[in-house]
């Protein structure tokens, strides 16, 4: 799987959009992007994922630029509830489904 | 929906004994299940891959005589952590997906297990 390049750590005000970046150069045409995110002491929980189209659910907007060597992930109106560690992973959607887990940006939101 | 429950959440016990995690598809039905280890301030490792009804399929490194998995069913996934040292204290995390793995289809996960040996 292609590897993803996170910065470590981020602050965003309370009430404000947290734009999260990834790079992933190496990424092939089969290879979702997925966002998950982990709050202390819990399992990830999964966010949203993407191939090259923009996407939007209720939690968050992945946008993926047209080279799809990197995506942003935005939480719209940031709260400290979505401090936590967030992740991106690029998968390929028929080698078993594995996740491999890189190290993360830990996100601070902050009143 | 997509939710898997994973128990004990806590457990501690002493050097030499085995200890049986489980972790559960509750509302829908998956025949890969996967297995994450997570030490403290790292991010989590895949320990191996567990298919319903064949053996489960191991990362690198990982000992499968030390971490035995079962997956009888399609909603039941086991690790059973074998004699037990301070060295396999860690946080243990299982994910599902909802449909087979040839999928994009996302994984989900259950809340851990942290297991601490004495």
């Known amino acids: 799987d292609a590897k993803t390049t996170q910065p470590p750590s981020m602050d965003c005000a309370e009430g404000r959009a947290a734009n999260l970046p990834c790079n992933h150069s190496t990424i092939s045409g089969n290879e979702y992007v997925y966002w998950y995110r982990q709050i202390h002491s819990q399992g990830p929980q999964y966010i949203i994922h993407?191939?090259?189209n923009n996407e939007t659910n209720e939690m968050a907007s992945l946008i993926i630029t047209e080279d799809r060597k990197s995506s942003t992930l935005i939480l719209p109106h940031a709260t400290l509830r979505d401090t936590a560690v967030y992740y991106c992973i690029v998968r390929v959607y028929n080698q078993g489904g594995k996740l491999i887990f890189g190290q993360g940006t830990e996100l601070s939101v902050k009143p | 929906g997509a939710v898997v429950s994973q128990h004990p959440s806590r457990v501690i016990c002493k050097s030499g004994t085995s200890v049986k995690i489980e972790c559960r598809s509750l509302?829908?039905?998956?025949?890969?299940m996967f297995w994450y280890r997570q030490f403290p301030k790292q991010s989590l490792m895949l320990m191996a891959t567990?298919?319903?009804?064949?053996?489960?399929?191991?990362e690198q490194g990982v000992e499968k005589d030390k971490f035995l998995i079962n997956h009888a069913s399609l909603t039941l996934s086991t690790l059973t952590v074998t004699s037990a040292h301070p060295e396999d204290s860690s946080f243990y995390i299982c994910s599902a997906t909802r449909t087979d793995t040839y999928s994009n289809q996302p994984q989900h996960f259950g809340d851990g297990t942290r297991l601490s040996i004495l």
């Open positions: 567990s298919n319903e009804g064949s053996k489960a399929t191991y």
């Open positions: 509302d829908f039905q998956a025949t890969t």
């Open positions: 993407g191939l090259k």
